[in-house]
């Protein structure tokens, strides 16, 4: 049973990994840390801000050979300031490349 403190239909799993993103609109690439990853989202700190509803493409790479990574299109939801100027985006998965 799940506990009553995470009440979202999917459970996040805390990651800490490091992810490339890719501007869709100019193609440029950049890296991030994917903090953590549920069903149909993700955390992931970067060092530039984003508007929400901006569409990424992201590579979460596999730690096992015999895995892909993880391919997805993803639009920001918010965009936090944190410190050191770097910022949390919260982003929905709207598609998984296969």
Known sequence: MRDYAEKRDFIRMKVDSEITLKDSSSG???????????????????????EAGYELNTSLP????????????????RCSELENERYQLGVEIIKVES
């Open 62 to 77: 596999s730690n096992n050979e015999a895995f892909p990574s993880f391919d997805t299109t993803v639009k920001v939801l």
């Open 28 to 50: 440029e690439s950049f890296k991030g840390i994917c903090r953590d990853l549920s069903g149909t989202g993700m955390s992931i700190e970067v060092g530039q801000p984003f």
